[in-house]
């Protein structure tokens, strides 16, 4: 009974993994290099676990398992991980010649893994050759995991480097937060781990322990579920955020707060560099930078803020953020998309930042105030 649920958890796991795909690979809205990438990862956990689970539910005998349905999939799937944070991150980099040579290795072992097939149909294999492919499946399983551990230290670093681009206003995307992506990433390397004490403890105890073999599929069930609603959800919140901001290029004034006439210099430069310029709009905004770039001393300007505008540094910058984020809102064009995005674009570097502004300005959450607007 046990083993069944397991089994009805893993096989709906990797049919869910199959809807995404489809849906991916099918609606318009998705076409991008990145997420043609994402959904042969999908597609590529969920085969897997598919020819497992008709393995260990005894739909088809060792002949039919090895001979027809088995393919090396474990040396594609972190390739495609990989690809799909690149492209993701940096969509505009063209993937080098010298990186397609990650496919090397599992184009090695599909063709292996045809030739057995091939010289199986026909019933022409030797004694050796069936050896040295009861080999070769072991051989496969420890260099993809230590493989996938490498790749996954490469995709780390890649998401380092976008955070620190990011940071200085480099990116080729809209501002978005990678925790995600690092999380993920996290429950990869996790699975690695588990994927090598399953190898240790089928190599120890023989290939009837499959103990460990469960935790892993139903682990990567887990993370299909995950990939396929947050890959093309963040996917989506990335197109939305690339047309607010192509709207907000061409309509440069958007809000409309009272504009502060003052004798004093220094409130005419500030204002003009947060609010005329609209830097309000970028997220890593922060008293320092402005200091620095006005060549003002940092708590010189916080004091004239306080005195000549009678708020703070952050309630100034993030009521003109509301303001941006409220005219999206009541915009039909946007009515939409989703508020994540809106925020974002509006300034703020996350949901729970923007939540806690706009119902601080306007005494409501966004979502109230998007639904009073109906």
Not at 85 to 108: A, D, G, M
Request: charged share 15%.
């Amino acid at each position: 009974m046990y083993h069944e649920i397991l089994n009805t958890l893993i096989l709906l796991g990797a049919l869910q993994g199959l809807f995404f795909t489809a849906i991916a690979l099918s609606m318009r809205k998705f076409k991008s290099k990145s997420t043609f990438f994402i959904a042969m990862l999908i597609l590529c956990f969920s085969l897997n676990n598919i020819q497992y689970y008709l393995w260990e539910t005894d739909i088809i005998d060792r002949e039919i398992f090895f001979g027809i349905v088995y393919f090396p999939y474990a040396s594609l799937s972190m390739v495609l991980y990989y690809f799909y944070v690149k492209l993701f991150l940096y969509p505009k980099n063209p993937i080098k010649k010298k990186q397609w040579l990650l496919f090397l290795p599992c184009s090695f072992f599909f063709l292996l893994t045809s030739y057995y097939k091939i010289g199986n149909a026909f019933g022409d294999l030797s004694g050796k050759t069936e050896i040295f492919f009861s080999y070769l499946i072991y051989v496969h399983e420890i260099f993809s995991v230590l493989f996938s551990i490498i790749l996954l230290g490469c995709i780390y670093a890649l998401i380092l480097n976008f955070e620190k681009n990011q940071l200085k206003g480099k990116t080729q995307i809209p501002k978005i937060g990678v925790n995600w992506l690092k999380i993920i990433s996290l429950i990869s390397f996790i699975l690695c781990l588990i994927w090598i004490i399953s190898i240790y403890d089928e190599l120890t105890y023989g290939s009837d322990n499959v103990s460990f073999y469960y935790i892993l599929w139903l682990g990567m069930s887990f993370t299909i579920y995950i990939l396929g609603h947050i890959g093309l959800y963040r996917f989506g919140i990335l197109q939305e955020q690339k047309s607010i901001q192509k709207f907000s290029n061409y309509n440069k004034t958007m809000i409309s707060v009272e504009a502060v006439y003052s004798q004093n210099e220094h409130i005419e430069e500030f204002e003009k560099y947060i609010k005329t310029e609209k830097n309000y709009l970028d997220s890593n905004l922060s008293l320092e930078s402005v200091a620095e770039k006005l060549n003002i001393n940092k708590s010189y300007l916080s004091r004239i803020i306080n005195s000549e505008l009678e708020k703070s540094f952050t309630d100034y910058v993030n009521e003109l953020r509301v303001e941006e984020a409220k005219f999206y809102m009541t915009n039909p064009e946007f009515k939409n998309y989703t508020l994540i995005s809106i925020g974002l674009e509006a300034g703020f570097n996350s949901k729970s930042a923007f939540n806690t502004a706009f119902k601080k300005f306007t005494g409501m959450t966004p979502s109230q105030f998007k639904n009073s607007l109906v």
